[in-house]
T-cell receptor
Framework: EVQLVESGGGLVQPGRSLRLSCTASGFTFGDYAMSWFRRAPGKGLEWVGFIRSKPFGETSEYAASVKGRFSISRDDSTNIAYLQMNSLKTEDTAVYYC?????FGTGFFDFWGLGTLVTVSS | SYVLTQPPSVSVAPGQTARMTCGGDNIGRKDAHWYQQKAGQAPVLVVYEDSNRPSGIPGRFSGSNSGNTATLTISGVEAGDEADYYCQVWETSSDHPVIFGGGTRLTVL
């Protein structure tokens, strides 16, 4: 059974950093790209970024709203994807989800975690 | 950048058919995907590549995509279908490839 579990959320002051983790199980983690998303209070889903699998260079792409502040990495030996969030702003307050990308080229996300809440406030 | 437009809300009585639309410029030329998110839960993929259902998704859920509109249809709506529904496409050759619609809140009367 595919499972994704996010952790690392919490209350953080503006300008500070936070690192989220997404621990995966039930599939060969290294074969899949992994994505991060968020849903701010009262808003819809927003894509944050993704990281490709090792055969595709482990390169990453980001939404304009977080580019230069957030970075995604992965550790295939422990089946964890990370979201490093720097220079946090109040508007980054949201529930953050990780998701597994569907097979290469399909463009959808077939499994998601329950999410972890990040609150940016002084 | 590419924009997907969804109506904010749709309401139907139990047993009726709910149709939720997703508008986008020539969206029929792209693959549209749909997610269901119930309150406090993870999003769930309910339709992928316009009209395919993942394993475990009831046959009541179906999708279509043509022209400028993709549609998610839920037949025989049940109380448990009450949720937010999001359409999504992958915009190739874009620095922002993953596009979501704003979401439609389905209310079961």
């Amino acid at each position: 059974e595919v499972q994704l579990v996010e952790s690392g959320g919490g209350l953080v002051q503006p300008g500070r950093s936070l690192r989220l983790s997404c621990t995966a199980s039930g599939f060969t983690f290294g074969d899949y790209a992994m994505s991060w998303f968020r849903r701010a209070p009262g808003k819809g889903l927003e894509w944050v970024g993704f990281i490709r699998s090792k055969p595709f260079g482990e390169t990453s792409e980001y939404a304009a709203s977080v580019k230069g502040r957030f970075s995604i990495s992965r550790d295939d030996s422990t089946n964890i994807a990370y979201l490093q969030m720097n220079s946090l702003k109040t508007e980054d307050t949201a529930v953050y989800y990780c998701g597994r990308d569907g097979p290469f080229g399909t463009g959808f996300f077939d499994f998601w975690g329950l999410g972890t809440l990040v609150t940016v406030s002084s | 950048s590419y924009v997907l437009t969804q109506p904010p809300s749709v309401s139907v009585a139990p047993g009726q058919t709910a149709r939720m639309t997703c508008g986008g410029d020539n969206i029929g030329r792209k693959d549209a995907h749909w997610y269901q998110q119930k309150a406090g839960q993870a999003p769930v993929l309910v339709v992928y590549e316009d009209s395919n259902r993942p394993s475990g998704i009831p046959g009541r859920f179906s999708g279509s995509n043509s022209g400028n509109t993709a549609t998610l249809t839920i037949s025989g709506v049940e109380a448990g279908d009450e949720a937010d529904y999001y359409c999504q496409v992958w915009e190739t050759s874009s620095d922002h490839p993953v596009i979501f619609g704003g979401g439609t809140r389905l209310t079961v009367l």
